[in-house]
């Protein structure tokens, strides 16, 4: 008993501590929603300013932005958001448009001059489930120190 308080006790302390390090994840939504998350750090006293994109071999499509002077393609005008994350961040959500995909893509956003990127195959795409995105992003082992809390208890 000791020994099991004592363990979760440790894995509390990591978890609160714990931060994952990808600035930016993909993934589809159920209703076949592209979904884009960008974290990044606040920037106090200034005004955020986005780009989400993709590239496929040399050439970058500009989805949505809120850049002056920029725009996006004409395709994407109705079809994709952008909104702001808590803490800090952006999603931007491309409505239907799972079919249309590139077979490789990478996708990217800036955010107040700080790009981000991630390459993904379109047979690679994760449902936006708590426990996909876990499991893709580099936070993986949180999974496998719910897998030890739950062993420890059994």
């Not at 986005?50 to 949505?64: A, R």
Request: net charge negative; glycine share 4%.
């Amino acid at each position: 008993m000791l020994k099991t308080l004592l363990v979760c006790g440790v894995l509390g302390v990591l978890l609160i501590t714990a931060k994952c390090d990808d600035p930016i994840s993909v993934c589809v939504e159920y209703d076949n929603d592209l979904r884009v998350d960008c974290r990044t750090d606040p920037k106090p006293n200034k005004i955020s300013s986005y780009e989400f994109s993709w590239s496929t071999g040399t050439k970058e499509t500009l989805i949505n932005t809120n850049v002056s002077g920029s725009a996006s393609e004409a395709q994407f005008k109705d079809k994709s958001y952008v909104e702001e994350l808590e803490p800090h961040g952006y999603r931007m959500t491309l409505s239907d448009f799972t079919d249309n995909l590139p077979h490789n893509t990478t996708y990217m956003c800036k955010i107040n001059g700080v790009v981000a990127r991630i390459s993904v195959e379109k047979e690679q795409l994760v449902q936006c489930s708590a426990v996909s995105v876990l499991l893709k992003s580099s936070c993986a082992w949180i999974v496998c120190l719910f897998l030890f809390i739950y062993q420890t208890h059994s």
